[in-house]
């Protein structure tokens, strides 16, 4: 084991020279980028920033500003990027040129297909033009009824745990808002349940989906040597590496990779022969799903704009992955409601409120207010919601980089000036063809040039006026899907600063991206934060982890930034290691509320 250890180790060493000499000669060079010294002749320093790497992530911003050099493997000169009119040339004015990484493409399309995260160029645009109006907001109300039982059965496993007496129980809700959010996309994306919130039920594509991030980050180091080996071996000799190299996570990333595209391939021809059975009429809700309105919109487009049954099955298990990351976000939202009792409190009474107006509006007369569903335009018009869920994304975003590499020789303007090695300020960086780019999406939503200098504090009235009311209500403070004007928002709205703002596509925070590879489905995330919130937050009330050892150590919760913000405990409760947010729950009173 040790000798396959050593040559696995020479392996990754040799082709990481090979991908790094290969690189066409540049007139450029990042000579003059300041930035941290290489700590590992092998790794560089790049990979601090997905081992824990908050503290590191923000030591490097403060330090070095917008845009820092970073080294990779085997020294290869990198750049942070965080400032704002570079990233708006990144993935809006020049996306042509800084374009999603071919080791992110192809290790997207060997695991999940032929899906938006695996495409390119025309490609790319031709799936996009196809989903845009999938999500649209029509169908987003259409969606939120067929779910809501979903939000229902959260509640009621929730509401079994807590004792008969009214007491508290501490509950990992990060277990049921997993299953919950992947039932939630199951449903409403491909029309089909995976029974997730029965505890007794399995399910191999939910655990594959839930499963294929931590084998990813497992073997994440092999990531740089995927275009080369997928360029010059065939499959058979591929998998004959998988299976020499010293490496289980990645035998495991294969086998998750054939359960994820089985799968796939067995729903999208079950929902096939159900459109072409006549099963999609209107008189039931087959229909309100999103995989089968893209299946008809796909035969009813035009020969040349229709997608391949390939790239329609790479859409289910992109979808879901997707649909996946709502996870984190909720879970934060419900540990940063359980650490600010008065917002928690604030937001339970405009709930309560909502739901008694609609009820009485509508005649609902025959249930408790707790159970009235809001539809979705009322859910959107809550201020204090929306607040805090924009809040909670901005200052802990789910993912904290993303990548891009520079095609050609080119000059980066910068908003805001950075020191070179030299000392002196500059506005423009050289930055040479095949340059990674890493889009600091924690440093832009954090930056305080344009959120203020209480950037890196929650506070969710930022969002809202004196008196209560979402700042730019009524007003498009949100980019609508390839919209890619940086004109939007107006001066005072939140991330609009001295006529300075980042090109997200959510609320000027690059949490969802921004151009042509923006989340296509962030209106859809966010439904389903608001209905999830909207039907635990009146019932229950949250609390942190009351639990403390023989030696009166309180448990508590942490939030490992390991590329996505993963929750575990420390010791001596946890193991460092264990995704979990254990909270203390309790049926909520009327001291609950304001």
């Not at 997730?196 to 990813?216: G, K, P």
């Not at 595209?261 to 006549?278: F, H, N, P, T, V």
């Not at 995989?291 to 009813?300: D, E």
């Not at 949250?542 to 420390?570: C, H, L, T």
Request: net charge neutral.
């Amino acid at each position: 084991m040790v000798l396959l250890t050593c040559l696995g180790t020479l392996l990754v060493a040799a082709i990481s020279w090979r991908v790094i000499a290969g690189r066409t000669p540049s007139q450029y060079s990042l000579k003059s980028v300041a930035g941290p010294k290489k700590e590992h002749w092998l790794t560089g320093n790049l990979h601090r920033l997905f081992k824990d790497g908050w503290n590191y992530h923000f030591d490097l911003l403060q330090k070095y500003g917008g845009l820092v050099k970073v080294h990779g493997m085997l020294g290869d000169e990198q750049l942070l990027v965080s400032d704002p009119r570079a990233l708006h040339h990144i993935v809006v004015k020049e996306q042509e040129i800084y374009r999603e990484t071919d080791m992110f493409v192809m290790t997207n399309r060997l695991i999940f297909g032929e899906g938006l995260i695996s495409t390119l160029d025309e490609q790319h645009r031709k799936q996009r033009k196809m989903l845009n109006p999938v999500f649209s907001p029509a169908n987003m109300r259409n969606l939120l009824p067929g779910v809501q039982p979903i939000a229902d059965a959260i509640l009621e496993q929730l509401c079994a745990e807590l004792p008969a007496d009214g007491g508290v129980k501490e509950i990992d809700i990060h277990g049921w808002i997993s299953k919950g959010t992947l039932e939630y996309v199951a449903r409403a994306v491909l029309g089909i349940s995976l029974d997730n919130l029965n505890a007794t039920s399995e399910n191999a594509h939910a655990d594959a989906i839930r499963a294929v991030n931590t084998a990813a980050l497992s073997v994440i180091f092999l990531r740089p040597f995927v275009p080369m080996v997928v360029r010059n071996f065939p499959r058979y000799w591929r998998n004959k590496m998988v299976d020499w190299l010293p490496f289980p996570g990645l035998r495991k990333l294969r086998d998750i990779a054939l359960v994820l595209d089985r799968s796939a391939r067995q729903i999208y021809q079950e929902k096939k022969a159900g459109l072409e059975q006549g099963l999609d009429d209107h008189s039931n809700d087959t229909r309100r799903n999103l995989m089968t309105i893209m299946i008809n919109a796909n035969i009813t487009t035009s020969s040349k704009e229709r997608l391949s049954e390939d790239e329609l099955i790479g859409q289910i298990n992109t979808m879901l992955l997707g649909g996946s990351t709502t996870t984190p976000a909720l879970a934060r939202i419900f540990h940063v409601l359980s650490c600010e009792p008065d917002a928690q409190s604030r937001l339970r009474t405009e709930l309560r409120k909502a739901k008694c107006d609609y009820a009485a509006a509508h005649g609902i007369d025959d249930v408790d207010w707790q159970r009235v569903n809001l539809p979705y335009d009322a859910l959107n018009a809550l201020p204090y919601l929306d607040a805090i869920v924009r809040e909670t994304l901005r200052v802990y975003p789910p993912t904290n980089i993303m990548n891009r590499t520079c095609t050609r020789d080119i000059v980066l303007p910068l908003q805001f000036p950075v020191r070179s090695t030299s000392g002196e300020e500059t506005t423009l960086v050289h930055v040479p063809a095949g340059t990674n780019i890493l889009v600091s999406i924690l440093g832009s939503n954090h930056n305080k040039e344009v959120w203020g200098e209480d950037a890196s504090i929650w506070r969710p009235e930022r969002w809202l006026t004196a008196s209560g009311e979402r700042i730019g209500f009524g007003k498009d403070v949100d980019m609508d899907l390839g919209d890619e004007t940086l004109d939007k928002m107006v001066e005072g709205t939140p991330g609009c600063r001295n006529g300075v703002k980042y090109p997200g596509v959510y609320g000027a925070m690059m949490t969802f991206l921004g151009g042509g590879r923006a989340c296509i489905g962030f209106k859809f995330a966010e439904m389903e934060i608001k209905q999830v919130l909207s039907t635990i937050v009146p019932t229950l009330h949250f609390a942190p982890p009351s639990a403390v050892d023989a030696n009166g150590v309180r448990k508590e919760i942490y939030w490992r930034m390991d590329g996505p913000q993963v929750p575990v405990v420390r010791p001596p409760h946890g193991d460092f290691k264990t995704t979990q947010v254990p909270l203390d729950i309790r049926l909520a009173t009327e001291t609950d509320f304001l």
